[in-house]
Every structure is written in structure tokens, then in C-alpha cells.
């Protein structure tokens, strides 16, 4: 899921003719206090943060939230200079300054360093473009993908060449999606509790008709299960987002378990081969790992230039982590390859960026060596929909 509390990810078009910035406003004696201790924090996370990028990028939004526009732009040259994919064009934050020459420069400069990686091809196409679906899932045995919508509740399932029929309905907002066992899990959302529900792929289930699947219920607000994981034991882990939490169902348990630890707005999860090492992605620091047996969590090391805010689908393949990330990162799939302990990433390859059919990227699914992912769920829109394109990326 985009992070969607810190960021609206529309792409805004930068107007032809060049103003000037516009007049910095006055803090109140009430705002002026919170907003300095708001920058001296950023300040002071700076020096340590193991994500430095996204720190010197919260500073230019910080000052653009507080409308001290030559303070932002400062700070967004800063981000420029950094040549790491950061991007303000797509942030509404900075909408007030698109117009400016120094706002054109900067986002000149960022495209600059960020062309345009093609290496995709449309796999198929799903008819149903309102359907705002957040993750896909395959199942290999009957060779179906499947297809979660934010907005209708419910799940569809459709062949390589884009059938699709209706798989169960009734639910809230669907997430998360993963196939094990003969099985689909999936995260459910509502404004009373978040779930964890599990399907039989070969019968199915509908909620609407009252005919019950298994499920795992943490009640309340402020929770919001985002994405999973599933070891070879059968123990599913789990994100929740607003809460900064990672979940377990232990195979077996009857109920949810919270892991210890501060999983920042927790987002993308995948498991290391062994299920030793699970890998989060928050922010600002960018991937957490847990050693699942110590319980240690420690910040994803890795090489300068590389940023790695906003990832929302993560997933473990030969050795390399495969990410993608969206929000004000300039949209794009990567591969960051592994140290031989697993816990740090030497080198990194961009895989696809800029994708002109790019329209809301979030999730996708590994199928062999070939990654099958949404190139546009078009979450912005209200209207005016258009087929959800399935792109293949050989990994």
C-alpha cells in the first residue's frame, strides 16, 4: 500500500510558464514552536537515520507543510543532488510551487537522473478497471492469478488470458494476498477490525451467503493488515500498517500474535529461504530485518545512492530482494542483491522505471523467473477507468 498518510502519489503536470515562488507564510505564535521542534527532530534523525535520503526529502515536506517555500526548495536541491529516484513532481504537498522556475530545475534535474527503464511486457489485461485491487496472488495448480479489490469486497480470480469470474464477495477492503497449501490468505479491512481470512482454492467461499471461512480477527481501530508472508512451516506474518506492527499466526494457533519491535509504518514482508530473516519494509528507515530466532531487528544496510523509501510490494528471489516502490519515488521495480548472510544489500539494478503505462504500481507475484505485477490500479481515480494491465518482467 502507498503511504498514503504521508504522501498523495498524483502525478501533477508542471505548468509551461516559469513564476516566482510564492511569498513564504507567516507561522503562528502557536505553529511556530511545534514546527521548529519538528525540524530540529528531522535534524537530529539525520545524522543517524540509515536512510539519510528520505530524512533530507521529510525536511523539504516539513518546510513545504509550514509554506516556507525557500527553505523547501533548499532542501529539494539537496534532494536532487542525491540522484536517488527521489521525486517532488508526484507529491501535492509542493502543488504551490510547480509553477516556479526553481521547482522546474529541480524536477528537470531528477528526471535527468532517472530515465526511463523498459523491460516490461503486458502479460494480459483485467476488464474490471474499477476494481482497485492492492496485491495479486498465483496459484500454481490451477495456474489462476487472483485479484483483491480495495473498493468492491470482494476477490476474483482470472486465467493467463484475462477470463475472470468472481472467487468470493462479502468482504471489506482487500489487501494482502498469498497462495500456500492449497490455500488463499487474505487481509480484510474495516472500520471495526482487521483480518486475517483463509480460503479453500478448490471450493471457495462467500461471505454474502453467510458459508464461513477461517479467520483471524485483531478488533478495534487503528489497524489497517497490509501485506504477508508465508514461511515453509506454514507460520503467516503479517503488516499493520498504522499500528507500526508485524503479526504471526504460529501454523496451528487459533489466534494473532504481536512480534515485539517498532515496524514503522510497516508495508511490503518476505521471508529469507530458511525463514530465519523476515524483512519489513517501514519508513524512514526503508527495510527492518527481524532474526526470527533471536528476535534482534536491525536497519537494511546498504550503499550510498541507494534510497529505499516508500517500497510497498518486497519479495525474496535467488538471493536479491525484488521491490517495488511508489509514492513520491519515482515508480519503479529493483532488484537488490544480498550480501551472503542475507542481512545487507551489496548492489542494486533497476529493473523497470518511468513505465509510461505506470498508473499506481504496488504489488505483483513471482511465477518462476518471472515477475507478473499491476501497472495501474488507478487508486486516484473516480471515474474514467481503464483495463488493469498485467506487465511480465523476466527476472
Excluded at 529539494?76 to 529516484?85: D, H, I, P, Q, T
Excluded at 506474518?237 to 509504518?265: I, K, N
Excluded at 530465519?276 to 517501514?282: A, D, P, Q
Excluded at 551472503?340 to 503505462?357: D, G, Q
Aim: glycine residues 8%.
Amino acid at each position: 500500500m502507498p503511504i498514503r498518510l504521508l504522501v498523495v502519489a498524483v502525478v501533477l503536470g508542471i505548468c509551461p510558464a516559469s513564476a516566482q515562488l510564492p511569498a513564504s507564510v507567516p507561522l503562528s505564535d502557536d505553529d511556530r514552536p511545534r514546527f521548529l521542534a519538528e525540524i530540529a527532530r528531522l535534524e537530529n534523525l539525520l545524522i543517524s537515520a540509515p536512510d539519510k535520503d528520505t530524512v533530507t526529502y521529510e525536511m523539504a515536506r516539513t518546510w513545504a507543510a509550514g509554506k516556507q517555500w525557500p527553505e523547501a526548495i533548499q532542501w529539494l536541491r539537496k534532494v536532487a543532488e542525491l540522484k536517488s529516484g527521489l521525486d517532488p513532481s508526484r507529491d501535492s504537498i509542493f502543488a504551490e510551487l510547480r509553477s516556479s522556475h526553481e521547482f522546474e530545475e529541480i524536477v528537470a534535474a531528477v528526471r535527468e537522473a532517472t530515465p526511463p527503464v523498459l523491460r516490461s511486457s503486458v502479460a494480459f489485461e483485467v476488464g474490471e478497471g474499477d476494481l482497485v485491487p492492492e496485491s495479486i496472488a498465483y496459484d500454481p495448480n490451477g495456474k489462476q492469478f487472483y485479484f483483491g479489490s480495495r473498493k468492491k469486497g470482494k476477490v476474483i480470480r482470472c486465467s493467463a488470458d484475462g477470463r475472470c469470474m468472481t472467487f468470493a464477495s462479502g468482504l471489506d477492503e482487500v489487501l494482502g494476498l498469498k497462495i500456500s497449501g492449497g490455500g488463499l490468505w487474505l487481509l480484510n479491512n474495516s472500520n471495526k477490525e482487521s483480518a486475517l481470512i483463509h480460503y479453500d482454492l478448490a471450493s471457495g467461499y462467500d461471505l454474502a451467503s453467510g458459508r464461513e471461512a477461517r479467520k483471524y480477527v485483531v478488533a478495534g481501530s487503528g489497524h489497517d493488515f497490509n501485506d504477508l508472508a508465508i514461511a515453509p512451516s506454514g507460520d503467516i506474518y503479517l503488516t499493520d500498517t498504522p499500528a507500526g506492527a508485524v503479526w504471526v499466526l504460529a501454523h496451528g494457533a487459533s489466534d494473532l500474535t504481536r512480534l515485539p519491535g517498532r515496524f514503522e509504518f510497516a508495508n511490503g514482508i518476505t521471508l529469507s529461504p530458511d525463514a530465519r530473516l523476515l524483512y519489513v519494509s517501514t519508513f524512514p528507515d526503508g527495510i527492518r530485518v527481524m532474526d526470527l530466532k533471536t528476535r534482534a531487528i536491525s536497519p537494511m544496510a546498504h550503499p550510498s545512492g541507494l534510497c529505499l523509501s516508500t517500497i510497498d510490494g518486497l519479495y525474496f528471489y535467488r538471493g536479491a530482494l525484488i521491490a517495488i516502490q511508489n509514492a513520491f519515488m519515482s515508480p519503479r521495480v529493483v532488484r537488490f542483491t544480498l550480501a551472503h548472510n542475507l542481512r545487507a544489500i551489496e548492489r542494486f539494478e533497476v529493473l523497470e522505471r518511468r513505465n509510461p503505462m505506470f498508473e499506481g504500481v504496488t504489488n505483483g507475484v513471482i511465477r518462476g523467473s518471472d515477475f507478473f505485477y499491476m501497472a495501474n490500479i488507478q487508486d486516484d481515480k473516480t471515474t474514467g477507468f481503464n483495463p488493469i494491465k498485467i506487465l511480465k518482467l523476466h527476472l
